[in-house]
C-alpha cells in the first residue's frame, strides 16, 4: 500500500509541475516572476506557521476522535502519527490518509475498521466547516451560493443517515445479502459502530468547531499572502473575500477529487481573485502557487519529515508495518 501511494505522489508531483508551468506560460513567465519579486518573502514564515496551527487544530480534532472511540496511545506519538499521515495529502479526497490507522494499529493493535471512519467524520467536519466560512463571502457576491448550499445539505443529510442506526443498519442488511460483503459484515458494523459514535450532536459540535479554527487559520494566511505584494493600486481583499476565495476553491478541488485538488483549487482560487476582486492575472498566479506551497506542499513535507521521525522513534520502517498489516 505504502509503495502504491509513493508512486501516486511521484505522478501528482509530475501533474503539478505540468500544471504550474502551463499557468505560468499562462501570465506570460516574465510578468509571474515581476509579480513574485514584488511579494513581501519576509511575510511568508508567519503563513507557514498559520498552516501548522492548522495542523494542530485539526490534531486535536483527530484525538478527541480517538478518545470518543477509547483508543489509548501516548499523545506525542499520535501527534507523530497524525502528521505523518500528511504525505498523504496529494491522494483523492485525502484517502490515503487512512496511512495513520496503520499506524496506530502497529502501536496498539486498534483494528483499521475501528480507527478507519475518523478518516470519514474528518472529511465531513471539514467540509462543514469551509462551507460555513464562506458562506459570508458567498452571500456578499451571490457567487455559487447554490453549489455551497447544495453541498451543505448533502453533509446534513449524511448525517442524519449516519445518525439512523435503524436505516444505516437496513442499508447494511441489505449489502450483506451479497457473498462479498457478508465477508465483511463484522467490519461494516465496526466501521459503523465508530462513525455513529463521531456524529452525535456533542461530538459533531466540538469537531466542527475545532475544523472551523483550523481552516480559518489557513484562510488567514491567504489573507496575508494576498495583501503582501507591493504593487500600487492593487485591490484590496479584505478577510471575509479571502475567506470566500479560499475556502470555495478548497471544496472545488475536494469535490473534483483530484490529488490534493490539484488543478481545480489552483485553478479556482486564480480565477476568482481575477474575476471578483480585478487583481492582476500574474498577481492572482503568484499568490495561488504561494499559499498551495504554504498549505498543501508545506503538508507533504511535514508529513515526510514526520514519517522518518516516527521510523526513528519505532525502529520499524512504515513499509514493513503496511505490510504486516
Known sequence: MFQKYKKRIIYSLIFAAVFYLAFSIYVNLNELLIAFGKYNWLLFPFVLILSFCNYIARFYKWEYYTKVLNI???????????????????????????FKSYLLKEQNGTAISKSGPIILAERITDFLSLIMLSMIGALMFGYETKLIIITGIF?????????????????MNIFEKFKFFSRLSQKFHTAYDSIYQMVRFKELMVTLFLSIIAWFFECLGFYIV????????????????????????????????????????????????????????????????????????????????????????????VSEIVLDS
Do not use: C
Not at 497524525?82 to 479526497?93: D, N, V, Y
Not at 453533509?155 to 442499508?171: A, Q, T
Not at 485553478?267 to 500574474?282: H, K, P, R
Open 72 to 98: 489509548k496511545i501516548d499523545r506525542k506519538l499520535n501527534f507523530v502519527i497524525f502528521l505523518s499521515s500528511f504525505i498523504m495529502a496529494i491522494t483523492p479526497g485525502k484517502v490515503g490518509e487512512v
Open 155 to 171: 453533509f446534513v443529510l449524511l448525517i442524519l443517515l449516519i445518525s439512523s442506526k435503524k436505516i444505516s443498519y437496513g442499508i
Open 226 to 317: 494576498i495583501n503582501s505584494f507591493g504593487i500600487e493600486n492593487i485591490v484590496h481583499v479584505n478577510i471575509f473575500v479571502a475567506t470566500f476565495i479560499y475556502g470555495f476553491a478548497t471544496i472545488a478541488g475536494a469535490i473534483t477529487m483530484l490529488p490534493g485538488g490539484l488543478g481545480a483549487t489552483d485553478a479556482s482560487i486564480a480565477f476568482l481573485l481575477v474575476t471578483l476582486q480585478g487583481i492582476a492575472e500574474n498577481v492572482a498566479v503568484a499568490a495561488t502557487l504561494i499559499i498551495r506551497v504554504a498549505t498543501l506542499w508545506f503538508a507533504v513535507i511535514v508529513g515526510i519529515v514526520s514519517i522518518l521521525l516516527y521510523q526513528k522513534i519505532t525502529h520499524k520502517k
